[in-house]
Every structure is written in structure tokens, then in C-alpha cells.
């Protein structure tokens, strides 16, 4: 056993190395600058102590992007694996073309954030607003994202249709290595479909809720690729009575912040998302290990 | 426990991966072939055609010398391009700032350029203490373009446009008559955060405030709101005509639009008025625009106002650390003062160039209109570069968002922009 340990050490070493230099020594870089008064370029650093972090959650703009993203991940959690579950369901079904449908579930997330964002900014504001025209619809003569109260729906529904086909995959994948003499037996005995499927198949893939809840949960607290191009933060709303971007989720908050020199104020901001973001993917996980069945 | 902590160090590891920002500090010198290579890096996309031919012909005539321009710009973020060059000790020899927040950051590597030969023939040189520390790249400047044939139809002279009151009939007047006139709203006009558009409201047009109808140098009004005092009076008439711009503007472009929305429906004639800049005479030319376009005041009291706004828009400024100093200085000076230089920043660049000796024209009708401007005097500087960095996107962008979305609440876009500025001196 002990040959073995070091022979698993050695295979660690390249990714260690890497994961060390690129992710470690610049998050401790991170942490310090966000104690400091760098702007980004000055040679000279003075600490600051915790000065960058005190006004943080008085300010209406960060605590507005907070909780935007709370509830934006909330929203995300739920809808996208609800979709990608009731997708993972249909394609191991014996319907036709399911393995066409598999790919074409998948295709959005192949087309990445940045590009995404911007087909449906056209959809949501040209498309539905001239279905909206000459259909005399009310309801979709405004833009979906030129209104503080739907946009962050708006931004859900995108994000949906990307990362559901993805989360797709993870349940295909826990649903096809389930026993077949499982789903079978239960057939036999009588088992309608929907007890089946909260009786034997939900339980028995535990652990790929686990995964996928994470996943989920995480994209969803970093957003910022759709974010950026989809909505920019727009549009305005009042938030303790002070104008806020009513869809600046927090990463994109730490952005407009940094890109206004701001470096270690951004930093600092960049730190409460890091705590917040372990603080509730540990209880995620957590919770979820204890549903899961050892085979 | 074992089996927690390893789980903790993993869910960490992965969540770390959102995190990067460091820091590392080295040097190059930059040599290649022989040639001493100057490289530029600056944000003008418009101009990136011109100036790479500019270059490539001064390194052609000059020997020992090759100049390399990188651009970065439009909705690029220069300003992390610049800072991820310096971190790699790749710190451009010329680079570009927008003003007194970009000198505080990169202060460390500007050189001085008070002895060029340029320095005498230009009034827009970047001033610190005394030395001109930037090469102005143009002067830029804005009013309410206007459609000429647009406003001959609806018999509107543009000349009556200096206050706010004519301006509030001439809006009326297309208003009324928009679908004989073939328009869809009388302004194109965009404040959307979504579409990036803070800097047309909250930059361009709240300059109207800091500077309109005061002397071209006459920083009082910016200088209290640097103290935090708003001048009430004088901002409600502002945003009277903020209020209607809004109110004609088309109100698609108003809410979602950006930069190209907003351009392209004034080209394609369907606003009488644009908010824009001179910079959009390469993009009214390459929409195939063929209409008489000129500049009208942005008037907002009711006293006559006949000024536009005029400022250099950037500066270049050399990297005072580079050992091809010298050679990036030479650069410049042959740009402002040879023929070929004046040619590429006039005829290949479209631009005004900011240097009095130049008599070249540029061929953009806004940017003649602009020269003509220039030239009668009378005109008001734009002073929203004194700002401190983020105030226009992050604080004045979304209200004047909000007060796009209701234009009608005139008070509260006041009471929110009072305490805005009240707020300045803390950013």
C-alpha cells in the first residue's frame, strides 16, 4: 500500500503544480489585496486592514446583487434541474430519434454564455416585441428585459436552456446504470410508472442529484458570461431608495467595480462571494450525501 | 472526519476556481531583427485601419524603427488589456489614457513631453502641474445631430434651436407629424443600462450640466459637485430637457438599444435627432447615409445656448520606463507635424486633429460641422473626466435608466441625482 501512495502522489505531482500556480498563490494574492488600497497597476500596497469589506453590506448596489443572486440561484436550482431531470426522463424512454433528441438537448451548451446571451437579447427584444406588434399582444409589446420585475425570469429561462441538456447528461448517466431487474421487477409487481420513478429511479440516483445540484448551484452563484451580454445589469430599479441594476448579479457587480479601478474594493467583494458561495455549496453537499444509497 | 475534511478541501477546490488575481512584475526589452520595435496600444477601433497604415508607412520611412499598433476598444475592456500588458512586463511604449483617472493609475509610466515641438501648436495637451504629459489624439465633440431634410419638411430652421422651449415645439412638431414624415420618434436617444448606453446620459448629456453656456474653462459647477453641492436651479432646467429627450425618443432605442440601435435609426431616417458625437461619421458613412446632417445646440435653459461641446477625448501618452522613449516620442511628433502624419489623422482617420497648423478637412459632416464650431468660438467644455472613475456607469447610469423608464417623474430623477452628487466626495 505504501509503494502505492507514492506512486499516486507522483501522478498528482503535474496537477498539483498547476493547480497550485494558478489557482492557490493567486486566491492568497487575492485575500491580501483585498485588505489593501491597490488600483491594480501602483508598485506601492498599502494595507488597509478591513476597511474594503466594512461598507460593503450598507451599500444598496452590493446588497441589491446579493440578493438578486440568491434568488437568481434559487430559481436556477430549481428550474434547471426540473427540466433537465423531466429531459433525462424522456430520452431513456423508448421514444423515437431519442438519441437525436439527446444531442440536440445538449447543443446550447455547446455555444457558450457570451454568444447565447446575445441570440436572445435579439429574441427578447426584437423577435417578441414585432410578434408582440402585429399581434396586438400587450403583454409582449415590452421587452421582457427592459423590466426590472421579469428580467431576472428572463435570465433564468436562458440559463435554463443552457445548462439543462448538460445536467441532462449527469441524470442519463445515473439513470442508465441503475439495474434494469430493478425497474422490471417493480413493473411486474404492478408498479405504476410515477411510483417507479419516485420509489426506485429518484432514490437510486441520489448521488447524481448531489452532483447536479452542485453544479447547478455554483454556475448559478457565479454567473457571468449571459449575465453580461444578455442584460449588461439593465435595467434600473430603486432599491433603498437609491437606483440600482436591477440584473447585476454579484459577479458581474465585482466586474463593474474592478473596471471602474476599483481593484481592491472588487477583491474584497470577490472574498464574501468566495465564503458565501462555500458556506452554501458545503450545506448542499452535505444534506445531499445524506439521502444517498450505497449500492 | 477524514472523510469531511477531504470533502471540504475538494468543494473549496472547485469553488476556488473562480478566483484568480495576481500579480508579477518583470521587464522586457523590445527588439526584434535589428529594429527597434515601438509598439502602441490604443482604444480608437474606428480608426485601427488608418492608423496600422500610418504605421506601417513612418516604419517604412524610418529606418532602425519599426511601429506596431494593437488595438483594443469598441466594448473592449482596455483598460484590464493594459493592466494584464503591464503585469507581464509587456507595457506598451505609447498607450492611451482618458483622462485624470487613467494619469493616477498609470502615472509611474508616463513620461513628461512638455520640450516636443508639438506642445506650442496645440491647446489640448494633457496638463499636469504645468507639463503636458499627453498627445491629444483629436478633438471630438457633440450637440443633437440633426436631419436636415427631415426638419426642412417639417419646417423646422434649425438655427431656432437654442433653447429648450423651441426645442420642446420642434419635438411637437414631428411628434404630430410622424407618419407623414415617415419617422418613428422625433430623438434617437439611448440611457439603457442594458445597452451600455450610460455614457451618452450620463457622461455626454449630464455634461451639458457641468459645462453648457458657461466660458469653455469654467469648472465651477463640476467643482461643487466635486464638494457635493448640486446648483438646484440650474439642474432643473437640465433635466427638463433631459426629461424631453426622453419623452420623444424612440422609446425602443431609449430602453434597450445600443450604440448601433441608436445610430442606425437615425441613418435609416426613421428619428430627426441623434445624441452622438462627431465619431459617428464613419458609421453614418458606411449606412449609406445621404442626407444633409448638421449640429444643433444642446440648449437647456431657456436663455439662448448656441455652443457645442468640444474635448480632446484621449490622450497617447509615452511609457516613461521603455528604453524606446525616444523613438515613441519621435513617433508622435512626426504624426502632428509631418504632412503624412496630418493626412492620416484628417483623411485616413476622419478625425479633427487637435493641432492649429493643420488646414486639412475632414470629409464627415458632423466633424465639418464641428470644425466650423471650433472656428466661431463660443463653445463649452466637457468636464465629465474629473469625475471619480465609476461614477457615470454605476451611479448615474441607473437613474438615468429609471428616469427613462418614467419620464414623467421629474422630481424623483432630481432627488436621486442630488443625493448622487452629494455622495461624490466619498467615492
Known amino acids: 500500500m505504501k509503494q502505492n501512495n507514492w506512486v499516486n502522489v507522483f501522478f498528482l505531482i503535474p496537477v498539483l503544480f498547476a493547480f497550485t500556480m494558478i489557482i492557490v498563490i493567486p486566491f492568497l494574492f487575492g485575500l491580501y489585496y483585498s485588505m489593501t488600497d491597490w488600483n491594480g497597476v501602483r508598485m506601492v500596497v498599502n494595507f488597509v486592514g478591513l476597511r474594503n469589506f466594512a461598507n460593503l453590506f450598507s451599500a444598496p448596489d452590493f446588497l441589491y446583487s446579493f440578493l438578486i443572486t440568491i434568488a437568481f440561484t434559487l430559481i436556477n436550482v430549481i428550474l434547471v434541474n426540473i427540466v433537465s431531470f423531466a429531459l433525462s426522463l424522456i430520452v431513456t424512454s423508448n421514444v423515437k430519434f431519442r438519441n437525436f433528441y439527446r444531442a440536440g438537448f445538449f447543443v446550447p451548451y455547446l455555444i457558450g454564455g457570451i454568444v447565447l446571451g446575445y441570440i436572445w437579447q435579439f429574441i427578447l427584444n426584437n423577435i417578441f416585441l414585432s410578434v408582440g406588434d402585429t399581434l396586438a399582444i400587450e ?7 427592459s423590466r426590472s420585475e421579469s428580467v431576472i425570469w428572463a435570465m433564468s429561462a436562458v440559463n435554463t436552456w443552457q445548462y439543462a441538456g448538460y445536467v441532462m447528461l449527469i441524470y442519463v ?39 447536479s445540484l452542485f453544479l447547478t448551484l455554483t454556475n448559478s452563484f457565479k454567473q457571468f458570461d449571459m449575465n453580461f451580454t444578455l442584460t449588461n445589469g439593465g435595467p434600473a430599479t430603486r432599491f433603498m431608495d437609491v437606483p440600482v441594476k436591477a440584473s447585476q448579479l454579484l459577479a458581474m457587480n465585482i466586474f463593474n467595480t474592478a473596471t471602474a479601478n476599483r481593484m481592491a474594493e472588487a477583491q474584497a467583494k470577490a472574498v464574501v462571494l468566495f465564503v458565501a458561495l462555500v458556506v452554501v ?9 445524506k439521502k444517498e444509497v450505497e449500492m | 472526519m477524514k472523510r469531511a475534511i477531504i470533502s471540504f478541501v475538494l468543494v473549496v477546490g472547485l469553488v476556488m476556481t473562480v478566483f484568480a488575481g495576481g500579480s508579477q512584475q518583470s521587464s522586457s526589452s ?16 474606428e480608426i485601427k485601419d488608418a492608423l496600422d497604415a500610418y504605421a506601417a508607412e513612418y516604419s517604412a520611412a524610418t529606418p532602425g524603427v519599426t511601429v506596431s499598433v494593437e488595438t483594443l476598444g469598441g466594448g473592449g475592456d482596455y483598460g484590464g488589456g493594459l493592466r494584464a500588458k503591464s503585469q507581464s512586463g509587456q507595457m506598451p511604449d505609447i498607450f492611451q489614457i482618458e483622462g485624470m483617472g487613467g494619469y493616477e493609475i498609470w502615472k509611474d509610466y508616463i513620461a513628461d513631453l512638455s520640450n516636443e515641438t508639438w506642445v506650442a501648436d496645440t491647446d489640448l ?14 478633438i471630438e465633440g457633440y450637440g443633437l445631430a440633426y436631419n436636415a431634410d427631415i426638419l426642412a419638411a417639417a419646417g423646422i430652421d434649425p438655427a431656432t434651436l437654442t433653447t429648450r422651449s423651441a426645442y420642446e415645439q420642434a419635438f411637437q412638431t414631428l411628434e404630430a407629424r410622424k407618419a407623414e414624415l415617415g419617422i418613428d420618434a422625433p430623438v434617437a436617444m439611448a440611457a439603457s443600462v442594458s445597452g451600455g448606453m450610460w455614457w451618452v446620459a450620463g457622461q455626454h448629456n449630464l455634461a451639458a450640466y457641468w459645462g453648457g453656456g458657461l466660458d469653455f474653462d469654467d469648472t465651477s459647477v463640476i467643482e461643487a459637485a466635486l464638494a457635493g453641492q448640486m446648483d438646484d436651479a440650474r439642474f432643473r432646467e437640465y433635466a427638463q430637457y433631459v426629461q424631453l429627450l426622453f419623452k420623444y425618443a424612440d422609446q425602443n432605442v431609449l430602453l434597450n438599444g445600443g450604440y448601433d440601435q441608436q445610430v442606425g435609426a437615425f441613418a435609416q431616417g426613421r428619428t430627426a435627432f441623434l445624441h452622438q458625437g462627431n465619431w459617428v461619421d464613419p458609421n453614418l458613412a458606411q449606412l449609406g447615409v445621404d442626407f444633409k446632417v448638421g449640429y444643433a445646440p444642446h440648449a437647456f435653459t431657456n436663455t439662448p445656448q448656441t455652443g457645442l461641446y468640444l474635448f480632446a477625448p484621449s490622450w497617447y501618452v509615452v511609457n516613461a520606463q521603455s528604453p524606446n522613449a525616444q523613438a515613441a516620442k519621435d513617433f508622435l511628433t512626426a504624426m502632428a507635424t509631418t504632412s503624412a502624419g496630418q493626412r492620416f489623422m484628417v483623411e485616413g482617420a476622419g478625425m479633427i486633429p487637435a493641432f492649429k497648423s493643420v488646414t486639412l478637412q ?33 451611479v448615474f447610469g441607473p437613474i438615468y435608466d429609471l428616469f427613462a423608464q418614467d419620464p414623467d417623474n421629474l422630481d424623483q430623477f432630481i432627488a436621486d441625482m442630488k443625493a448622487a452628487i452629494a455622495g461624490l466626495p466619498r467615492m
Open chain 2, 30 to 45: 523590445t527588439t526584434a531583427g535589428g529594429d527597434k520595435v515601438v509598439t502602441m496600444y490604443q482604444l480608437k477601433v
Open chain 1, 281 to 289: 455549496a458545503l450545506v448542499q453537499v452535505s444534506i445531499n450525501k
Open chain 2, 362 to 394: 475632414p470629409s464627415g459632416q458632423l466633424s465639418q460641422a464641428l470644425m466650423a464650431a471650433n472656428a466661431r468660438g463660443g463653445n463649452y467644455g466637457v468636464f465629465f473626466g474629473m469625475l471619480p472613475d465609476g461614477a457615470g456607469q454605476n
Open chain 2, 125 to 138: 495637451g494633457f496638463m499636469v502641474d504645468g507639463k503636458v504629459m499627453g498627445f491629444p489624439v483629436a
Open chain 1, 173 to 211: 448517466a445515473a439513470i442508465q446504470s441503475i439495474p434494469a431487474s430493478l425497474m422490471e421487477a417493480a413493473n411486474v409487481d404492478g408498479a405504476p410508472y410515477l411510483t417507479r420513478i419516485f420509489h426506485i429511479l429518484i432514490p437510486m440516483m441520489a448521488n447524481a442529484f448531489t452532483i
Open chain 1, 139 to 145: 403583454f409582449l409589446q415590452t421587452s421582457f428585459l
